[in-house]
């Protein structure tokens, strides 16, 4: 899997100016449900990001369920003190390094400011393999700009019903670590 961000020369770049200085993807997941039940579950963590052309790779390992539909989400933390919201998804210490960090300190909060240079846009993902696909993201020009990334958390990339081809990321609550756990989308 290779995750593309926006860069200087996007519709988005306003917003993402010190974006990667503040913010880095932790993993991705592609998944695959037959109703509602996980059947295929693939953890892909970063193996480099490239700094000139914004290129995280990915390297996947898991089960899959050949010829299903997949969904994939995006995991994002903070790499350093940010105004960061409330932790509202199911959290893993051990991945996101919030409260190790001190980040979500209220002594460490009190002072700072939101930013609206500290973006992440997920320009596209590109999935190779037997999945094969490529997706664009929504980008600035949208009226919603929801190809855009705030705080820490969990991102599905959701189709667009729209005649247009982008697709968007939706906040998620719940990562399935496993196979046989339910996912139930509220789009």
């Not at 997941?29 to 996980?38: D, P, Y």
């Not at 000139?52 to 996947?60: E, F, P, R, V």
């Not at 898991?62 to 932790?87: C, D, E, N």
């Not at 209220?106 to 590109?126: C, G, M, P, T």
């Amino acid at each position: 899997m290779r995750i593309k961000l926006g860069g200087p020369n996007d519709s988005c770049a306003k917003y993402t100016k010190k974006g990667n200085e503040f913010l880095k993807i932790t993993h991705a997941r592609i998944l695959q449900e037959e109703n509602h039940m996980i059947v295929g579950n693939l953890m892909c963590t970063p193996k480099t990001f490239d700094e000139a052309k914004l290129w995280y790779t990915l390297i996947c390992d898991g089960v899959t369920a050949p010829s299903m539909q997949y969904y994939f989400l995006i995991a994002v933390t903070t790499r350093k003190q940010m105004l960061s919201g409330p932790i509202d998804y199911r959290y893993n210490e051990k991945v996101m390094g919030l409260v190790k960090n001190r980040f979500l300190d209220a002594e460490n909060l009190k002072d700072q400011k939101f930013d609206h240079e500290q973006h992440l846009y997920i320009k596209e993902v590109v999935i190779d393999g037997h999945f094969k696909k490529f997706h664009i993201i929504e980008d600035c020009e949208s009226a919603e700009m929801r190809g855009l990334i705030a705080d820490h958390g969990l991102y599905a990339v959701v189709g667009n019903k729209k005649p247009k081809t982008t697709n968007y990321l939706l906040r998620m609550y719940y990562e399935p670590y496993g196979i046989n756990e339910h996912l139930f989308w509220n789009i």
